[in-house]
């Protein structure tokens, strides 16, 4: 029943910029914790942001002051915007809920950081 489904990635240059979308269905997006993560090559899976259920937000040191995570409360929708993309940002991301019975997680969209 719960659905998270990702989109807005692509292929951008070093610099550049990408909106990520999280649309979910089966929950509301302002009354849980909602998370990107990222695992790029040859690490473990990172935590990028958080929003949590009161609006507060958390970064990886890697991305801060260059992605801003926020939701839509009307479209239950969760973004991440991302500026200044390097190169080391190419890797899937994921949008995750931590549920009211488990975790769940959308498909991945990816992100190519390339000149």
């Known amino acids: 029943q719960v659905q998270l489904v990702e989109s807005g990635g692509g292929l951008v240059q070093p610099g550049g910029s990408l909106r990520l979308s999280c649309a979910a269905s089966?929950?509301?997006?302002?009354?849980?914790?909602m998370a990107w993560y990222r695992q790029p090559p040859g690490q473990q899976r990172e935590l990028v942001a958080r929003i949590s259920r009161g609006g507060s937000t958390n970064y990886a040191d890697s991305v801060k002051g260059r992605f801003t995570i926020s939701r839509d409360n009307a479209k239950n929708t969760v973004y991440l915007q991302m500026n200044s993309l390097k190169p080391e940002d190419t890797t899937e991301y994921f949008c995750n809920v931590d549920g009211p019975y488990r975790d769940y997680w959308g498909q991945g969209t990816q992100v190519t950081v390339s000149s």
């Open positions: 089966g929950i509301i997006v302002s009354m849980y914790h």
